[in-house]
């Protein structure tokens, strides 16, 4: 799924496009057996961040010409934003998703995305060291849960979220990563996607 201005593109061909830059971002996931009021299943704790510009996206940023590959330039760029070394957290070739291109920015873009499944200690180790990061207060204004629930209600929880203001392709990447990873069942991000649209 590409939102419009986006068109999906291999990793290899990705390599190849002339006068774009690449950013790379990963979507960091752990099972979380609680429940929110003691009742509803909380299932995977899903991590985004809220951006300096109030957007919501996943941690990562633009490739630098130095970095050895994309997964360098990742792990980079979450060190920044995330203040976690490489022993809570490193991105593999193994961990991509999808490449996506888009000529509608002020400037030609690549996005690649990744996705890791973490133990829960290590996603909590994420969230707390993120308050140190570099990138703390500035580029990155905190880390948050994605809701993957939706209440009786039909909106609050996962509907709500995805009404959002998200940087670039990040809803959809979103949406496209809890359909792959089956983190919830085809009717349930279904509806959740559109009561998202009604609310």
């Not at 752990?30 to 996206?57: H, N």
């Not at 207060?137 to 629930?149: A, F, K, N, T």
């Not at 203001?165 to 959809?172: L, P, Q, S, V």
């Amino acid at each position: 799924m590409a939102e419009p201005g986006y068109r999906a593109v291999s990793r290899h061909d990705s390599r190849s496009l002339a006068g774009y830059k690449h950013a790379g971002h990963a979507m960091l996931y752990a099972a979380e057996p609680g429940k929110l009021f003691g009742k509803i299943p909380l299932r995977f704790a899903v991590l985004m961040q809220m951006r300096f510009d109030g957007k919501i996206g996943f941690p990562g940023g633009f490739m630098d010409p130095r970095d050895g590959s994309l997964e360098e330039g990742l792990n980079r760029e979450l060190c920044e934003e995330l203040g976690c070394d490489s022993k809570v957290v490193r991105i593999l070739e193994a961990d991509y998703a999808s490449s996506h291109a888009t000529e509608a920015l002020p400037q030609k873009v690549v996005a690649h995305f990744y996705t890791k499944r973490i133990s829960l200690e290590e996603l909590r180790k994420v969230e707390a060291c993120s308050m140190q990061a570099k990138d703390h207060g500035r580029e990155v204004l905190g880390v948050i849960r994605v809701p993957l629930y939706t209440l009786r209600d039909g909106f609050g929880g996962l509907p709500a979220f995805l009404t959002n203001t998200f940087i670039g392709n990040a809803k959809e990447q979103l949406v496209e990563a809890l359909r792959k990873l089956r983190l919830l069942n085809e009717a349930e991000l279904r509806a959740a996607v559109t009561a998202s649209r009604v609310g």
